[in-house]
């Protein structure tokens, strides 16, 4: 028995963040919880012994809870420099680029993200999509008579994962059982639990079209921009399936859409679309052998517990150690 509640979902970071020296701590304070306070991470630093209070000169942490409003969160650090730590909401934090880059040579404040925090939720929905592709489930969805059988097994697939962080690396723990050979593609060398091969970003090329299936799971960066174009699908097997859970940016989804109308590729599952929400009468909508489940594999019900999990074990680190979970560097922008 694993002694979860039904559906309860865990963050895989909890209680893994490295106590920082004296002198690189933030000083402990009260805590601002903006645009507004919400009830659950107001209980989240209560709870961690913190205390949550109105913005003013002695605001030490910032919890930032609007999803995108970079412009509002570097007036408020403008106007208040001296708070020490500040909370974004999300595991991504592209929104939020200039503000960020603005801070990049700065001691303070430490930046934390809810990084991590959603790898289960997020990695079983990836899962989840590349069994409903290999099944041929989005155009079984759509019938409306009956059919010849079809559909294939994932057991023993060569899977490609773009992406060594959290999610990542949940992907392969839930996947074990299916017996894949796993490639991961990284920024930097290193190794990774589960994986059969790790191999650096400048060698995507060399290992897409090997791939069967294909799964997006790396942060949104300048870098990683449209990193899947025409070129990119093109390079890959006509019946290899690509799976889209990080950042809707990462994939031109027009030169998508006309791959799968032309018969290239086995499927596609997308939560992610750029732009976003994907405009009615976008080629993906009608495009053959694609799901798109309109950014659902974190909903607001399994975000929210985790994010106050975060919130509590990071209020704990700016009232005591300094042992931040989730910690962005602004520099790269993730």
């Known amino acids: 028995m694993s002694g979860r509640g039904s559906g309860e979902l865990r963050d895989p970071l909890r209680g893994t963040g490295v106590p920082r020296p004296a002198e690189e701590r933030p000083v402990p304070g009260p805590i601002a919880i903006l645009p507004r306070p919400v009830a659950h ?17 002695d605001t030490a942490g910032l919890i930032w809870v609007h999803p995108s409003d970079a412009g509002g969160l570097a007036a ?10 500040v909370q974004l909401p999300w595991a991504g934090v592209d929104a939020f680029a200039p503000v960020l880059a603005a801070h990049a040579d700065a001691a303070t404040p430490i930046w934390t993200s809810a990084k991590g925090a959603y790898s289960e939720p997020v990695a079983e929905h990836a899962v989840a999509l590349a069994l409903a592709c290999i099944r041929e489930l989005p155009e079984k969805a759509r019938r409306t008579s009956w ?26 723990r839930l996947l ?19 994986a059969d091969r790790v191999v650096t970003a400048d060698r995507l090329d060399e290992v897409l079209p090997e791939a069967e299936i294909v799964i997006l799971a790396a942060a949104a960066t300048d870098e990683t921009s449209r990193l899947i174009d025409e070129r990119r699908i093109a390079l890959m097997d006509q ?15 027009e030169a998508l859409a006309a791959a799968l109308e032309r018969g290239h590729l086995r499927g596609a599952g997308i939560d992610v679309t750029d732009p976003e929400p994907l405009p009615d009468g976008h080629p993906l909508w009608t495009a053959p052998r694609v799901v798109i489940t309109c ?23 700016l009232l005591a150690d300094g042992a931040f979970i989730g910690v962005v560097d602004p520099a790269a922008g993730y």
């Open 295 to 317: 950014h659902s594999a974190d909903t607001e019900e399994m975000v929210a517990p985790l994010l106050a999990s975060r919130v509590e074990s990071n209020t704990r680190a």
């Open 239 to 253: 019946n290899a399936i690509l799976v889209n859970i990080a950042r809707g940016a990462l994939v031109d989804g």
């Open 147 to 172: 059919t010849a059988r079809s559909g294939e097994s994932i057991f023993g697939r060569r899977l490609l994962i773009v992406g060594a962080g959290g999610i990542a690396q949940e992907i392969i």
């Open 76 to 85: 408020v650090l403008a106007e208040h420099p001296d708070i020490g730590w």
């Open 176 to 194: 074990a059982p299916f017996e894949p050979s796993i490639t991961i593609v990284r920024r930097s060398p290193g190794a990774v639990a589960g």
């Open 41 to 57: 991470l107001v209980a989240a630093v209560e709870a961690a012994g913190g205390v949550v209070a109105p913005l003013g000169p």
